[in-house]
């Protein structure tokens, strides 16, 4: 059983994860219309990455009888300058992902929810490799 404060966190997440989602496919047309095919593919491949996080909390939040909660699809950014531009926002973008994750691992522990501190730990490996992929791009 989680608690009602760690689910709406997680339900934050997911809303964080499928937000990440979109602008990755929006960055992906944004590259196609420019010409960039293999950025193109990079930032579907993320996009499909992201949504791969949003959908293992979603589960994960049914398999300790909480709610997952679809988020709203708002509007996200579509038009950028320079491909040097997007990797300086997907890498600050990445970051606060990073900084939430390590947020839900502190509540984890406040909570004494050792199951889901031990969930998130594939999210902060995880993030580690996002960061260290985008600023090697950079």
């Known amino acids: 059983m989680i608690s009602e404060k760690m689910e709406k966190a997680l339900n934050e997440q997911i809303a964080m994860e499928g937000h990440s989602s979109f602008v990755y496919l929006s960055i992906a047309s944004w590259c196609d219309k ?26 994960y939040l049914s398999e300790v009888d909480g709610f997952a909660k679809v988020p709203a699809i708002e509007q996200v950014p579509h038009e950028y300058n320079s491909i040097q531009e997007i ?52």
């Open 34 to 59: 420019e010409g960039l095919d293999g950025c193109n593919q990079f930032f579907r491949r993320q996009a499909d990455e992201e949504r791969f996080h949003m959908l293992k909390i979603f589960d």
């Open 87 to 138: 990797f300086k926002l997907t890498l600050e973008q990445e970051r606060k992902v990073t900084s939430s994750i390590n947020d839900l691992v502190r509540l984890s522990l406040d909570e004494n929810d050792y199951t889901t501190k031990n969930f998130l730990e594939w999210y902060v490996a995880e993030q580690h490799e996002e960061e260290t992929l985008f600023k090697s791009v950079l």
